[in-house]
C-alpha cells in the first residue's frame, strides 16, 4: 500500500492505496459513462478521486476504500486517482480513519524530471484549498 502523499502522475495501473471517502461531487454524464469527482484522504494527504458509473451509488462519505491497480493522471484536464479499466475499489470498513485533507495532491503542479523524462516531480502547490470541494465557511 501505498500513502497518498507518496503518488506521482504516471501512465500505469500501480497505485495501491487505502484512504477514507471524504465528499462526493456532482454526477456528470461523459458521452455514456457516469463520473463523479470525490475528495479522499488518508493520514498523509488527500487526493481527488474519480468515480465512474455504479461507484458513485456504491460509496458514501465515511466508507474507507481500498484500491488496488489505481492510476493517478490527467483526465479531461483534472489530475485525479481513479481505478481505470484495470484496477478495483472496494469498501473496507466504515467512519474510523485517521486523514488530513493537505496537501491535496491533485492540487500540485507536477512537472518533468529533467533526469528522467518518464517520471514527473513536484513544483509547486496551486492551492492549498481544493478547486473543486471548497473549504467550508
Known amino acids: 500500500m501505498v500513502l497518498l502523499k507518496d503518488i506521482v502522475p504516471t501512465p500505469t495501473n500501480t497505485i495501491d492505496a487505502r484512504f477514507i471517502l471524504l ?15 470525490a475528495l479522499v484522504a488518508d493520514e498523509t494527504a488527500s487526493v481527488h478521486f474519480q468515480l465512474w458509473g455504479d461507484e458513485y451509488q456504491a460509496f458514501e462519505p465515511g466508507d474507507i ?15 485525479v486517482l481513479r481505478a481505470g479499466k484495470k484496477g478495483k475499489v472496494e469498501k473496507v470498513g ?16 507536477w512537472v518533468r ?3 528522467n523524462s518518464k517520471a514527473f516531480i513536484q513544483e509547486s502547490i496551486i492551492s492549498p484549498h481544493s478547486r473543486i470541494f471548497l473549504p467550508s465557511s
Open 23 to 37: 465528499d462526493k461531487g456532482d454526477v456528470v454524464q461523459d458521452g455514456n459513462a457516469t463520473i463523479s469527482m
Open 65 to 79: 476504500i481500498c484500491l488496488t491497480g489505481g492510476i493517478f493522471s490527467y483526465h479531461k484536464g483534472n489530475l
Open 94 to 109: 466504515e467512519f474510523e480513519m485517521v486523514f488530513v485533507e493537505s496537501p491535496n495532491m491533485s492540487e500540485i503542479k
Open 113 to 115: 524530471d529533467p533526469n
